[in-house]
């Protein structure tokens, strides 16, 4: 039960940087177009709740996300929000609304995909989340910025899990999960499921939230342009689950 290798997770963390994109800015660079297309592909379901929760029927949002993020990885959209730029999310949400706003000005919706796929994303997971959401009182704004905190926990607990599984510690994993969010299982249990003791049970989930730790901020500071706004972005996040924004 030692600490994982971060060199996977290191690699990832150089190719998918908001900053990337940012520093880039118009002009062509490779390193950039992978980073922005490896964000949106992580990102792109909080918009997808934002389209619906603002009206629009399913086959209208999926047709309108894919239309957005086309528009995006061409560049075209890199120029809005330039205040918005600090953070990713924060640049999401502004250059979606002004995607909107165009698309209503220009009344194209008889003109959209009509439900083609132009981007291969799991719809149908995105609504199945969607529908788990209550309907009040989370705006839409509301519900974009609390489904990017969920998906960005996931995102790092499935980085956890994979960095184990990797090192074939794929059931250690499975049982310390639900000791690495403060459950009260007994850790006497765990021990026994393992083969082990309680001392190599705490030490594991210690060093398991310590490198969940790690990986939450590295996550999140792969979506801000200045390494300064990571524990800003960080307590945002967790005031958003916690309500606390409302």
């Known amino acids: 039960m030692t600490d994982p290798p971060d060199d996977q997770a290191s690699s990832e963390?150089?190719?998918?940087?908001?900053?990337l994109v940012v520093a880039a800015g118009?002009?062509?660079?490779?390193?950039?177009?992978?980073?922005?297309?490896?964000?949106?592909?992580?990102?792109?379901?909080?918009l997808y709740a934002y389209v619906r929760r603002t009206g629009h029927s399913l086959h209208d949002a999926q047709d309108l996300t894919q239309q957005f993020f086309a528009k995006l990885l061409d560049k075209e959209y890199l120029r809005v929000a330039d205040a918005e730029r600090g953070r990713f999310r924060s640049f999401l949400l502004a250059a979606l609304k002004h995607f909107l706003a165009n698309e209503r000005k220009s009344q194209r919706a008889?003109?959209?995909?009509?439900?083609?796929?132009?981007?291969?994303?799991?719809?149908?997971a995105a609504e199945s989340a969607l529908i788990c959401e209550p309907s009040a009182p989370l705006t839409p704004a509301m519900l974009f910025d609390r489904q990017w905190a969920v998906l960005l926990l996931e995102t790092v607990l499935g980085r956890l899990e994979a960095e184990l599984a990797?090192?074939?510690?794929?059931?250690?994993?499975?049982?310390?999960?639900?000791?690495?969010a403060g459950d009260a299982q007994p850790y006497q249990?765990?021990?026994?499921?393992?083969?082990t003791n309680e001392a190599a049970v705490k030490m594991a989930v210690h060093?398991?939230?310590?490198?969940?730790?790690?990986?939450?901020?590295?996550?999140?500071?792969?979506?801000?342009?200045?390494?300064?706004?990571?524990?800003?972005?960080?307590?945002?996040?967790?005031?958003?689950?916690?309500?606390?924004?409302?």
Not at 166 to 180: D, M, S, V
């Open 26 to 46: 118009e002009r062509h660079s490779p390193g950039a177009d992978e980073a922005l297309a490896a964000l949106c592909e992580r990102y792109w379901q909080p």
């Open 166 to 180: 990797a090192r074939g510690k794929q059931a250690e994993f499975q049982h310390l999960k639900p000791l690495l």
């Open 189 to 195: 249990l765990v021990a026994h499921a393992l083969g």
């Open 13 to 19: 963390f150089e190719t998918t940087h908001w900053s």
């Open 110 to 124: 008889q003109k959209r995909g009509g439900g083609q796929c132009i981007l291969s994303w799991d719809f149908n």
């Open 207 to 246: 060093r398991m939230r310590r490198r969940y730790r790690e990986l939450l901020r590295e996550e999140i500071a792969q979506t801000v342009a200045d390494p300064a706004d990571v524990d800003d972005e960080l307590k945002e996040l967790f005031a958003i689950l916690s309500g606390k924004n409302a």
